[in-house]
């Protein structure tokens, strides 16, 4: 199982959609290279940005979504909130 403690690397506050875009290419290639889940753990995380948020979770794989081998830990309910939002927002295409 590969983890990523995104506050250990990016700190308490979550921006920017260059970091968001590069951690989702780390949950896919590894999550395609493995047949093991990815956990992104939000321990520690305080708060969100918007595009951040849009470029992990909305634009993340759609098979990858929902599938289980990608799972998110220590969310909150406003960055639960937040993720469903802009996947929600988000056609499917996309």
Do not use: C, H, Y
């Amino acid at each position: 199982m590969t983890t990523i403690k995104l506050a250990d690397e990016f700190g308490g506050v979550l921006l920017g959609r260059d970091n968001a875009r590069r951690i989702r290419t780390r949950v896919e290639n590894a999550a395609q290279a493995n047949n093991e889940p990815v956990v992104l753990d939000f321990e520690g995380i305080l708060t969100v940005s918007p595009s951040f948020a849009d470029e992990l979770f909305a634009k993340l794989n759609p098979t990858l979504r929902g599938s289980g081998r990608v799972e998110l830990r220590g969310t909150s309910p406003a960055l639960d909130a937040i993720a469903r939002f802009v996947v929600a927002g988000r056609p499917a295409s996309s």
